[in-house]
């Protein structure tokens, strides 16, 4: 197995550059912040951005936790991929993930200045600085189950083929973790119900809420609205309430809507 290594410091937009990297060197295969990825989907790992405190990323991101370390291992075990990249913040930690996940120790060296403008790296570095925004080198469907905070909308990457000028797709995504060091932020378990709420109060075929319940569920909440309608295609309504309440509530607080129960109670007829 050949392996690549995509080093720059922190926040420079390795995760960004990485699908260029590996699109132009013909890799299928990424490890990024603790989680082993192959064409677009996540195969085996817990990304160091699901970590709740910052001490807890950097142990993921080179594979301290045994669990984690020997699920990839097994993973890599079973792909036997021809070529690998690595994404890290210098080569020690470079060292480290291959040490750990048993994969040798030679690795040609990519620096993060060698693939991206003096530009790029400066937004780069003011986008994680100002923001605390990280990206992840998949598609948004792929995290959706991952990941609670999820920037709704992925950002679409073309690339061309140097030799047949063909456009290749990518998709990446941009996410606030948890550890984020702008500090925790709290949303109000009332101001989610007022958003619920006002899905509910749009709708000509509710006619009353009698309750809006909100349960924490991993990496997201689940909801259960009870209530009162009129005469309608109420299979229909309820189906359409409950999309437009996930995507709302995902919208305003960037928080993963995992279930949405609608419990219709009472039918009014007059």
């Known amino acids: ?100 996940l048993g994969i040798g120790r030679d690795y040609e060296k990519i620096s993060i200045y060698d693939v991206a403008s003096e530009q790029e790296i400066y937004q780069a570095k003011s986008t994680r600085s100002l923001q605390g925004i990280h990206a992840v080198p998949l598609p948004t469907f792929e995290l959706k189950s991952h990941f609670s905070g999820i ?47 006002h899905e509910l109060e749009k709708s000509k075929c509710v006619q009353k809420v009698y309750s809006i319940e909100i349960q924490k569920a991993q990496d997201g909440i689940d909801v259960e609205v009870t209530i009162g309608v009129s005469l309608c295609r109420m299979h229909v309504e309820a189906a359409r309430l409950q999309a437009e309440i996930a995507e709302s509530v995902e919208e305003m607080t960037l928080i993963n809507v995992k279930v949405v129960d609608i419990r219709i109670i009472r039918v009014f007829c007059g």
């Open 1 to 100: 197995m050949k392996i690549y290594a995509l080093i720059g410091p922190s926040g420079t937009g390795k995760s960004y550059r990485a699908l260029m990297v590996a699109y132009e060197n013909g890799i299928d295969y990424i490890i990024d912040d603790g989680i082993l990825i192959h064409k677009a989907k996540i195969l085996a790992g817990t990304s160091a951005k699901r970590s709740r405190t910052s001490m807890e990323a950097v142990k993921r991101a080179i594979f301290e936790y045994e669990d984690q370390k020997n699920e990839v291992r097994l993973e890599l075990e079973k792909q036997k991929p021809e070529k690998l990249l690595i994404i890290g913040t210098s080569e020690n930690m470079i060292s480290k993930i291959m040490e750990r």
């Open 151 to 197: 920037i709704k909308n992925p950002v679409k990457l073309f690339f061309k083929t140097k030799d047949t000028n063909e456009i290749k797709e990518f998709e990446k995504t941009l996410i606030r973790p948890t550890f984020s060091y702008l500090g925790k932020y709290f949303i109000s378990e009332r101001a989610i119900i007022q958003i619920i709420r």
